[in-house]
């Protein structure tokens, strides 16, 4: 079913009604072994880490969404992978580098995956994570230089948590390669709804599946997708032997989070845009980032890479500099109540945070100012209620600073 639109794939790609119920929802499998008829001899399925009905569900939708062209209904060739959270998708990908390979990274990472990086596998595993502004390929280019004989890797977020850079994909894609390097982008923000890396030339995408793919607040996950059928067979491989795979329940959850993933995104997008338009004018912000703004400083790109329906899309994430500090910011945040106090992002209701003090606080101080992520810097994540009623809401928050 690879020629439905979108919005149709969302409810029917890589899904298949029940052989012997006629159940139009997958089962819920919680056992965590098969009966074998004979030493050797199964049903495809041994043991519930390595196959387990829900989660191949979950992750055949998720491989056509992203668009891996593969066949959707071989287990071991669809191209999605899901796993317990965004980090062990991360830290899975990155055991696809040998021993002191390299890493040239986003300098505007989310925390997580910079203390990942720079905390942990730089010690571990002993790799060499270079971090550059990847809005000018050159950057990359020039960091490629180091690989020698090592293995290599690309890792771009595409808009970047928080300050929501966007970067190129294709034209990062094309440097990469040139180096013989793989090319992961984080899609979590965009999601396949507005922006499908593979088809930019991406080897790898992963996605926090906690996000706008859960879209309710109520699963922890993550996955990785992929369209080359070795480089799938290399993630296989990887996935079961880590172990950190998603549980049935939550992938159930996550099977349902994308059955209305174009809805929501359509809701968040425009509502994403009336907001910082409104924002943008407002005397009390310094400025917006936003990537459907005009004033946006990669607008061009992402106008051209993130597209829903035909038509140009920024997304539902909104980055906004108060005029003042860590007092005006604090006071504002205390103060709204539509739009909830609280990390994470992608659900249905609105959120807000302050990246400095909380998603980014693990991010070094001189290294979060060198990116911008001050002491004035709000997120907003914006949900899916009525426009005028989060405008309200912010407005009152505003008049508190």
């Not at 771009?156 to 390669?177: C, F, Q």
Request: proline residues 4%.
């Amino acid at each position: 079913m690879t020629d439905l639109k979108f919005e149709s794939l969302c409810i029917h790609g890589g899904q298949e009604t029940c052989a012997v119920t006629g159940a139009v929802m997958p089962a819920i499998y919680t056992s965590s072994t098969y009966a074998q008829e004979s030493p050797g001899v199964h049903r495809g399925y041994e043991y519930s880490r390595s196959h387990n009905l829900t989660r191949y569900s979950f992750e055949r939708a998720l491989a056509s969404l992203e668009g891996t062209g593969l066949d959707a209904t071989v287990d071991a060739s669809h191209g999605g992978f899901a796993f317990s959270s965004g980090l062990a998708a991360a830290g899975t990908a990155l055991e696809l580098l040998d021993h002191g390979g390299l890493l040239v990274a986003g300098d505007d990472l989310y925390g997580g995956t910079n203390r990942l990086f720079s905390r942990v596998r730089e010690r571990s595993q002993g790799l060499r994570v270079r971090y550059v502004d990847t809005t000018d390929p050159a950057n990359v280019e020039a960091a490629l230089a180091e690989r020698g004989d090592a293995t290599a890797m690309v890792w771009i977020e595409t808009p970047t948590n928080p300050t929501l850079k966007v970067s190129d994909i294709a034209a990062i894609s094309e440097v990469a390669h040139r180096h013989g390097a793989l090319v992961v982008v984080d899609n979590t923000f965009a999601t396949p709804a507005l922006q499908r890396p593979l088809e930019h030339g991406a080897d790898i995408v992963l996605h926090s599946i906690t996000k706008y793919l859960g879209g309710h607040s109520d699963v922890v996950g993550g996955a990785l997708v992929a369209k080359d059928p070795d480089l799938v067979s290399r993630i296989r491989f990887l996935q079961n032997s880590v172990g950190s795979v998603l549980g049935p329940f939550d992938a159930y959850l996550g099977l349902r989070g994308v059955k209305t993933l174009a809805l929501r995104m359509q809701r968040h997008c425009e509502s994403a845009m009336t907001i910082a338009r409104w924002l943008e004018s407002h005397p009390k912000v310094e400025r917006v980032t936003y990537p459907g703004l005009p004033s946006h400083p990669q607008h061009e790109v992402a106008a051209r890479q993130m597209r829903f329906a035909g038509e140009a899309v920024g997304g539902g994430m909104i980055t906004m500099f108060l005029k003042g500090g860590l007092d005006e910011s604090r006071r504002m945040l205390e103060t709204v109540h539509m739009f909830t106090l609280a990390e994470s992002l992608g659900g249905v209701e609105s959120l807000i945070e302050h990246p400095a003090i909380m998603t980014h606080a693990s991010v070094p101080p001189a290294q979060r100012e060198m990116l911008g992520i001050s002491d004035g810097l709000v997120r907003l994540s914006v949900g899916v209620e009525h426009v005028d009623d989060l405008i309200a809401d912010l407005e009152r928050g505003l008049a508190a600073v």
